[in-house]
């Protein structure tokens, strides 16, 4: 019996293990929290840290293929599994993927423009910084997400504080740009080298959390649709990526489209996919590893996707379930529960697709759905 394995055990690797039973695998999760979401689910849950030795050798033994739904597995990980068994996406290509340094210089190999920017390690490299970046925003260069590990800075001196505040660990300074709307794209990358795009999707972000995914993107034209998931396949082909690769732009508001990051794995804006496309993105992660064609994933609905955080879990300061039995009597609606027992505000509990004949029917429907679950208008910031 075939066996697929994931290195983390959170939400993304729970919708990639179901998306490999209902192809017919075996699944195996490693994941140190023994009430992971995705090994709550899997055939085998390995309890183990990531770099232990004892727990990565029963992962190689047991699966013939092994992918990563987090991204911050370390890569020493990847690459030890890698000399027992195929492993997509590589330790390499996540590794780039890990620091934002490493990712603007991938971007920029590839020819895809990305901000003006400025890597800080050092006093010196601080004290180098061009003025022209300034406004900008400091990130630091590995482990953050949700817009954690970031800080907005306008003069010299807030930058210096804000590097004091973060540690002083290596960061990438951004200049701040005029941003008319953010949008995705889905790219799967087989060994073979096919590349297939999903529709781009445009995202809204509230607190620097993705709250709304809308497909097809509004406020996107088709030529800059193909030219984003064109940008994807040059980025995944360039580091000889295997399997589901997410990559997240600006749009300017003089039009033009700059890469922000990338995602070495399935991502929370491509979940529209599960319920609008022929192929979700977490099939064609299967698909990638287990070396099945990727078709094309065709979009069958206009889709919304409401992010459900856990601040939908309280009313106030009471805790109560959402009215779901009022969400999924609107037309279109698909719940999806990671299956978190604790609800903790900004904690990433579930997803709703809507999915509609058109674009204006699925936010028509969405705007009751948030209304009921107690969520702004779809498209308010
Ligand atoms: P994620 O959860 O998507 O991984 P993250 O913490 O890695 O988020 P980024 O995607 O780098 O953070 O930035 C978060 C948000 O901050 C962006 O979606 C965008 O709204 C805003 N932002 C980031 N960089 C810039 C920039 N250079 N100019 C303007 N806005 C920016
Ligand atoms: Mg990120
Ligand atoms: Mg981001």
Redo the contacts with the bound molecule.
């Keep these: 019996e075939a066996t697929l394995g994931v290195m983390g055990g959170g939400q993304l690797g729970r919708m990639f293990v179901h998306a490999a039973q209902a192809l017919g695998y075996r699944t195996v999760v490693l994941d140190p929290d023994p009430q992971s979401p995705a090994g709550l689910v899997a055939h085998e849950h390995i309890h183990a840290d990531y770099l232990d030795a004892a727990g990565l050798a029963r992962l190689a033994e047991q699966c013939d293929a092994i992918t990563t739904e987090f991204e911050n597995v370390p890569a020493q990980a990847l690459n030890t599994l890698a000399e027992r068994r195929f492993v997509a996406p590589s330790g390499a290509a996540v590794a780039i993927c890990q620091d934002r340094a490493d990712e603007k210089a991938h971007f920029t190999a590839s020819g895809v423009a990305c ?1 003006p920017h400025a890597v800080i390690r050092s006093q010196a490299d601080l004290d180098a910084v061009a003025d022209a970046l300034l406004p900008g ?1 400091l ?1 630091t260069a590995r482990m ?7 800080q907005r800075v306008k003069t010299r001196a807030e930058l210096a504080a804000a590097w004091e505040a973060l540690k002083r660990v290596p960061c990438v300074l ?4 005029p ?1 008319k709307l ?1 949008l995705s794209v889905i790219v799967a990358r087989g060994a073979d080298g096919q590349v297939v795009q999903f529709p781009v999707q445009q995202n809204l ?1 509230r607190d ?3 709250a709304v995914t809308q497909v097809p993107a509004p406020d996107v034209s088709e030529a800059m649709q193909a030219e984003a998931g064109a940008s994807a396949a040059r980025i995944a082909a360039s580091m000889d990526y295997v399997g589901v690769l997410c990559v ?1 732009f ?1 749009v300017l508001q003089d039009g033009r489209l700059v890469v ?2 990338m ?1 070495p794995r399935p991502h929370n804006s491509g979940h529209y996919t599960m319920d609008a496309c022929e192929v979700s993105q977490f099939e064609a992660q299967v698909r990638a590893m287990a070396g099945l064609p990727l078709c094309a994933p065709r979009l069958h609905s206009a889709a919304v996707m409401l992010n459900l955080l856990g601040d939908q879990w309280f009313d106030g300061s009471q805790e109560r379930t959402p009215a779901w039995d009022r969400v999924l009597a609107l037309p279109g609606t698909h719940l999806h529960l990671y299956g978190k027992t604790e609800a903790r505000r900004g904690r990433k509990m579930g997803h709703l697709n809507v999915t509609a004949a058109t674009p204006a029917e699925a936010l028509r429907v969405a705007g009751e759905a948030a209304a009921i679950l107690g969520l702004p208008a779809p498209t308010a910031a």
């Design positions: 901000a925003i990130k953050g997400y949700d817009g954690k590990g970031q951004e200049q701040m740009l941003l953010e972000h620097g959390i993705l997240e600006f922000n990051e995602a």
